[in-house]
């Protein structure tokens, strides 16, 4: 005689009931929960609690010199809106520089221009609208024009000047530019090639002399971003800072952060693609998440369609991480022995 099998689950009954489409559905529900709703990781998921544990990050110096490398214009609010006004609070110069002019995200520019086949033109002045954005952020995070740089290189083609267009200029396919053309960039005219984005950013670690970099990690989804990471490590190798060096993601994989929209009381989480980094977290005062989301509602060029994915940014806590890459634990495990090693001694 057999045990009666255990009473299946009524939920569980009912899906099999339902079948594939059944499961689908269920799918969709739970990942569109786990995308919009705080409470699905506060039950499930604990990584706020990991947050919790994260060490503190230390606090900023009088006098020292702090640069924020942006890919593009909002990524130095999104990233470190919080950490501008702390510095600045501590009484650190904080200066930004922008790489590219955000021109070419065509769908923005298809709203913003309001046609449904964008060209150079639209795309050009949507950049021309994000650079002004930038400073105007800027402002409101409390770093002055003077500390600004706006690079003006492609949006969307970083990667192709590191690698293909180091010495041969690139032309951007949205703007049909080959060479830099916002207003007010630090270098007009430069031609879109790798060599002179690095001597742009020579010129403004020259100019800037800082004691901290914050730049992307090399774990972040978006090429542009992963592109001035390596640039960053690179140009800071060469002078040997690359210790002044702080890591943060914005394009974090698997829809991080979650949950999508405004919710100032939920901490940022660790981006699943850069989980391994050793993150240290800042905690905001309400004022300053407050002033963060201000500065993020600056970019309406990009709230009106990311706006709940920008607004993901806007938590009780940044995160920093001091090194590029996880501890490798492969480098310390020796290796297997089998038999005596060459030129050893017998
Ligand atoms: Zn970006």
Same mark, same amino acid.
């Given at each position: 005689?057999?045990?009666?099998?255990?009473?299946?689950?009524p939920?569980?009954?009912?899906?099999?009931?339902?079948?594939?489409?059944?499961?689908?559905?269920?799918?969709?529900?739970?990942?569109?929960?786990?995308?919009?709703?705080?409470?699905?990781?506060?039950?499930?998921?604990?990584?706020?609690?990991?947050?919790?544990?994260?060490?503190?990050?230390?606090a900023?110096?009088?006098?020292?010199?702090?640069?924020?490398?942006?890919?593009?214009?909002?990524?130095?609010?999104?990233?470190?809106?919080?950490?501008?006004?702390?510095?600045?609070?501590a009484?650190?110069?904080?200066?930004?520089?922008?790489?590219?002019?955000?021109?070419?995200?065509?769908?923005?520019?298809?709203?913003?221009?309001?046609?449904?086949?964008?060209?150079?033109?639209?795309?050009?002045?949507?950049?021309?609208?994000?650079?002004?954005?930038?400073?105007?952020?800027?402002a409101?995070?409390?770093?002055?024009?003077?500390?600004?740089?706006?690079?003006?290189?492609?949006?969307?083609?970083?990667?192709?000047?590191?690698?293909?267009?180091?010495?041969?200029?690139?032309?951007?396919? =949205?703007?049909?530019? @080959?060479? !830099?053309?916002?207003?007010g960039? $630090? *270098? #007009?005219? /430069?031609?879109?090639?790798?060599?002179?984005?690095?001597?742009?950013?020579?010129r403004?670690?020259?100019?800037?002399?800082?004691?901290?970099?914050?730049?992307?990690?090399?774990?972040?989804?978006?090429?542009?971003?992963?592109?001035?990471?390596?640039?960053?490590?690179?140009?800071?190798?060469?002078?040997?800072?690359?210790?002044?060096?702080?890591?943060?993601?914005?394009?974090?994989?698997?829809?991080?952060?979650?949950?999508?929209?405004?919710?100032?009381?939920?901490?940022?989480t660790?981006p699943?693609?850069?989980?391994?980094?050793?993150?240290?977290?800042?905690?905001?005062?309400?004022?300053?998440?407050?002033?963060?989301?201000?500065?993020?509602?600056?970019?309406?060029?990009?709230?009106?369609?990311?706006? =709940?994915f920008?607004? @993901?940014? !806007?938590?009780?806590?940044?995160? $920093? *991480? #001091?090194? /590029?890459?996880?501890?490798?634990?492969?480098?310390?495990?020796?290796?297997?022995?089998?038999?005596?090693?060459?030129?050893?001694?017998?």
């Open positions: 005689m057999t045990a009666p099998p255990p009473p299946r689950k939920w569980l009954a009912q899906l099999r009931r339902w079948g594939p489409p059944g499961l689908l559905a269920a799918l969709i529900v739970g990942l569109s929960a786990w995308i919009n709703l705080p409470v699905v990781d506060q039950v499930f998921g604990g990584s706020a609690r990991r947050v919790a544990g994260l060490p503190a990050l230390e900023f110096r009088a006098g020292q010199r702090v640069l924020i490398l942006s890919p593009h214009p909002d990524d130095e609010t999104l990233c470190c809106a919080g950490l501008i006004q702390q510095a600045r609070a009484g650190a110069r904080v200066s930004i520089a922008w790489i590219t002019a955000g021109d070419g995200f065509e769908f923005d520019a298809a709203l913003t221009q309001r046609t449904l086949r964008p060209g150079a033109r639209n795309l050009r002045a949507l950049g021309e609208t994000r650079v002004l954005e930038a400073r105007r952020a800027a409101v995070l409390g770093v002055p024009a003077a500390q600004t740089y706006m690079l003006g290189y492609p949006d969307g083609g970083l990667l192709r000047l590191f690698t293909l267009h180091y010495a041969t200029p690139y032309r951007a396919p =949205r703007t049909d530019a @080959a060479a !830099v053309y916002v207003k960039a $630090l *270098s #007009p005219g /430069a031609p879109y090639t790798g060599q002179a984005l690095e001597a742009d950013l020579r403004v670690l020259d100019k800037v002399q800082p004691d901290l970099v914050l730049a992307p990690a090399p774990q972040d989804f978006h090429s542009d971003h992963r592109t001035v990471s390596y640039l960053a490590l690179r140009l800071l190798a060469e002078t040997r800072q690359e210790n002044r060096l702080r890591f943060w993601v914005v394009h974090g994989g698997l829809e991080w952060p979650v949950p999508k929209g405004l919710h100032p009381e939920q901490p940022l660790v699943p693609l850069a989980s391994g980094l050793p993150w240290q977290r800042a905690s905001l005062t309400p004022e300053q998440v407050g002033r963060k989301l201000e500065a993020v509602n600056i970019y309406r060029t990009q709230t009106r369609i990311l706006g =709940r920008m607004h @993901a940014f !806007v938590r009780r806590n940044e995160l $920093l *991480s #001091p090194v /590029a890459l996880p501890p490798d634990p492969g480098h310390l495990t020796p290796e297997p022995e089998s038999g005596p090693r060459p030129g050893a001694a017998p």
